[in-house]
């Protein structure tokens, strides 16, 4: 996948700014600048000193096309590891296309999705989980993501993939130098050392998949389903959290009868709130589709909140209470049961005797905004944040993931090997498969296709 071709694309957003952002890459690219580039004092930019930005006026012939600045890095000192330029134009659209055509014209050709980022990963400017987080820096939405995204891409996640292959390497070489001496029944590698580090090694990986749920949290933002009987303050509640009039409130039951969503930012946790049609038997068939999407959404969310009306009937309470944990099932998805309208409760009775021990029960208006902030506190106690703080890695990956339970169960397999007294050619296969699995996750074991996948969804110009 390596070539000599020197590549271009527009760096920055789409549409009119104050400045837009060229970038090129490749051996000859600088050579390339300077056939387009001309300066105040005629200086050529291939004699020019890397890291060094340069005014000037970009040429079609005697034509000016536009005054720029233009950034000099050369290889390997770039993020491509090739020499690199950023041509920084003004942000009008006619003129960065007018600039590419330039480039083009001159002989470079339109970059790929994330092609820049692929040279880089090439080159060894980075690794393969390296690479990753940069389209997930870019595309991050809360300091939480942005924190993990930063984290990953200066190599904390891949130290640690890395510390796990070096201390299998070793003792992997030496069950294979066992098997060059077969015929004398040696043993190089100590079996109880090896039993320890295997179990440490899967302790890890353990530790590693288990925080796959925070960092799909982190990367994809909590799902919050908003959920309950018509009329109880779902929509109230949903425009009270967002602080806007997102969804329609009336009096009219069935008024919500389509999912809302919207996505709040609270202390750099994503929330995606979703407010369902209210929970009834109806014969009207556009609202029974919009209670079936409120199933499906109870099915996908992480937290559900259940919202019960202060002034309503003990048994309505109590009905829509089971529904929606008959719903539920046995998941461990969260339950936080919310009795609205305590601003109209002269006295009633307690809900929490309809209630498991662990359930979550909270008081609150949604109209006045009474106890919101304890909801608030409640979602930020859910999302555990604990482990991000102590700049524990977290896996955000779905790819990485995988590799990481594929590693789990080849490395399972040689622990319950060596227990059960296995040869070492066996045992010393499943320890490579485990030591592949481990290597894809940082590319140092990949294919064409692999790369293709990850980085198509990158965007043109990284």
Do not use: W
């Amino acid at each position: 996948m390596i070539n000599n071709e020197i590549i271009c694309a527009i760096s920055t957003a789409q549409g009119n700014g104050a400045i837009a952002v060229i970038r090129l890459s490749g051996d000859e690219c600088i050579t390339l600048c300077d056939k387009v580039f001309q300066s105040p004092g005629n200086k050529r930019l291939i004699d020019q000193e890397p890291n060094t930005l340069h005014f000037g006026n970009l040429m079609d012939g005697d034509k000016i096309i536009d005054e720029v600045v233009v950034s000099i890095f050369k290889g390997p000192k770039s993020y491509t590891g090739e020499d690199v330029v950023e041509i920084s134009c003004h942000g009008s659209v006619y003129i960065q296309q007018q600039v590419l055509q330039l480039i083009t014209k001159n002989g470079a050709r339109l970059a790929k999705p994330g092609e820049f980022t692929l040279r880089a990963f090439i080159n060894g400017k980075m690794d393969l989980s390296q690479a990753e987080a940069v389209a997930d820096l870019i595309a991050s939405t809360s300091s939480s993501a942005h924190k993990v995204a930063i984290q990953q891409m200066r190599g904390g996640f891949s130290s640690e993939i890395a510390m796990l292959r070096d201390r299998l390497l070793h003792f992997i070489s030496l069950l294979e130098l066992e098997l060059d001496f077969g015929e004398e029944d040696v043993e190089f590698a100590d079996r109880k050392q090896l039993h320890d580090l295997l179990n440490n090694i899967q302790n890890l990986i353990q530790k590693l998949l288990k925080s796959f749920d925070l960092g799909n949290v982190i990367k994809n933002g909590v799902p919050v389903a908003i959920v309950g009987h018509t009329n109880v303050g779902k929509s109230t509640l949903l425009n009270r959290i967002l602080n806007e009039e997102k969804a329609i409130v009336s009096e009219i039951a069935g008024t919500t009868r389509d999912v809302i969503e919207d996505v709040i930012n609270i202390e750099g946790v994503s929330f995606r709130f979703i407010d369902t049609a209210g929970i009834r038997e109806t014969v009207d068939t556009i609202e029974t589709i919009g209670i079936e999407r409120t199933y499906d959404r109870i099915s996908k969310a992480s937290i559900i909140l259940l919202l019960v009306d202060a002034t309503e009937r003990k048994a309505d309470i109590e009905k829509a209470i089971q529904t929606v944990k008959n719903k539920l099932g046995d998941n461990d998805k969260k339950l936080i049961v919310i009795v609205n309208k305590i601003d109209k409760l002269e006295k009633g009775f307690d809900v929490h005797e309809l209630l498991d021990k662990q359930d979550v029960l909270i008081k609150i208006s949604a109209k006045t905004g009474e106890n919101v902030d304890l909801l608030i506190n409640e979602l930020l106690s859910v999302v555990n944040l604990s482990s991000l703080e102590q700049n524990d890695v977290i896996v955000t990956n779905a790819r990485h993931y995988e590799a990481l339970e594929k590693a789990s169960e080849s490395l399972q397999r040689a622990i319950n090997g060596l227990t059960t007294g296995i040869t070492g050619d066996f045992m010393a296969q499943d320890i490579r498969e485990t030591l592949h699995y481990l290597g894809e996750i940082t590319g140092e074991i990949t294919t064409d296709e692999v790369l293709g996948n990850i980085f198509k969804n990158f965007c043109i110009g990284k």
